[in-house]
């Protein structure tokens, strides 16, 4: 036959950690050598994500990567801001992502932001590597920009070596405390069982080399079978966010992680109310180059291919929600497709209870990802949703029969204007955090104080 439909794709991976522990700065970092490495026209800018050709990744890492090696085209990065959980990289159950980098502060080590990480990465079986961050700041360093991390050891002070080994190794025991086995990443023999620790910085670059030739190890030796795709098939895709655009109306970020998305073909998308059926009205790109974050004119385009990260605008799309599938229809039949997100949307529906707490998140991954825990902790949901703190909620909450059920749990939400006011006339305890556990912790104190 001349079945070529099948493509490697490019590896999706995951950016993740705590707040402020420099996952942006890695990802700029790894964006700007790319084009000063005259790789200007290679690079492209996605929406939240970005895409490094293999060529890149092989300059950028020097002796470390050998292009020869690999038939994957390159890594597809996607970040994950503060204000945005990455429990909405999900696919069919599963993480969106096929690799991970989880960054964390060598000198300020685990944080909250980052156990939640690594409960998200062990529940879904994402592959990953810690990228120990910041290491220029250790006292007495010094800097080699850009170079693999054996040749900046040989450059530091035995000092310098020892304040980083120390700072390395509690992140190594912080790993073993959550238990899984890690250790310094060139004595890992298997990525699947150890997790290797990459020492790096995003300001200098230093280390960066080592993280791209891990990153492209893993993906090659594991994941090759699922990289298999038919890029030409009807595309898939994860709502990464509901964003308006100045004559566009809503519009979505969307990872697509299978087939093509052309303009004008029909999709179905996760909405509030069950799936929306609309059409491609434009496939939207930033400019080449372009901050993504403040990017506000785009380019036009015919269509898209797995992976990438894109805008999509269509009309009715209001209510699609973040963490939602997007299906083509293409050449299927719509009803089946139509089952297709139905039955995905499903598969994350909460199972609710008769008397029970009320709980809002910001978007379906983490609304999950809250049932899960407080499913473990033995809490009942009356009722759980993707969005703000509405009047009603105020209301279902109000109704309970006891006290310890009069209580809405919000995830990196907001409380809209008309919920505070009701809030204030009612005695509706309303829990608020963007950190899941904490969020359960402050609740089970709320438990722990009324029973006394
Ligand atoms: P959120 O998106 O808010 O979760 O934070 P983030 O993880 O993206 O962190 P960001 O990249 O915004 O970095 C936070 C701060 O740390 C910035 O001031 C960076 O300049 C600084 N920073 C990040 N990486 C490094 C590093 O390797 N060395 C030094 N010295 N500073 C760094
Ligand atoms: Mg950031």
Known sequence: TQGHAETLRTPIVAVLGHVDHGKTTLLDKIRGSAVSEGEAGAITQHIGATAVPLETVSQMAGSLVNPDDFDLPGLLFIDTPGHHSFTTLRSRGGALADIAVLVVDVNDGFQPQTLEALDILQRTGTPFVVAANKIDTTPGWNRQDGEPIQKTYEAQSKQARKRLDENLYKIIGNLSDEGFSADLYWRVQNFTKNIGVVPLSAITGEGIPDLLAVLMGLSQ???????????????????????????????????????????????????????????????????????????????????????????????????????????????????????????????????????????????????????????????????????DVAPRDVSIAGTAREDEHKVILGFNVDVLPDAKKELENSDVRLFKHDVIYQLIEDYDEFITERKR
């Not at 008769?354 to 899960?372: C, P």
């Open 221 to 387: 030796r594991y994941m090759k079978e699922e990289m298999e795709i038919d890029v030409d098939g009807p595309g898939k895709g994860t709502v990464l966010e509901v964003k308006e655009e100045k004559g566009f109306g809503a519009t979505l970020d969307v990872v697509l992680y299978d087939g093509t998305v052309k303009e004008d073909e029909t999709i179905v998308v996760g909405g509030a109310n069950g799936p929306i059926v609309t059409e491609v009205r434009a496939i939207l790109q930033p400019r080449p180059n372009a901050e993504i974050r403040t990017e506000k004119r785009f380019n036009r385009v015919e269509s898209v291919s797995a992976a990438t990260g894109t805008k999509i605008a269509a009309p009715d799309l209001e209510d699609a929600m973040a963490g939602a599938p997007v299906r083509v229809v293409r050449d299927r039949d719509l009803d089946e497709v139509i089952a297709e997100v139905e039955a995905e949307l499903a598969g994350i529906e909460v199972d609710t209870a008769e008397q029970g707490v009320v709980v809002k998140a910001d978007t379906l991954g983490s609304l999950e990802a809250m049932a899960n825990a407080l499913d473990e902790a033995e809490v009942p949901i009356v009722r759980a949703e993707v969005g």
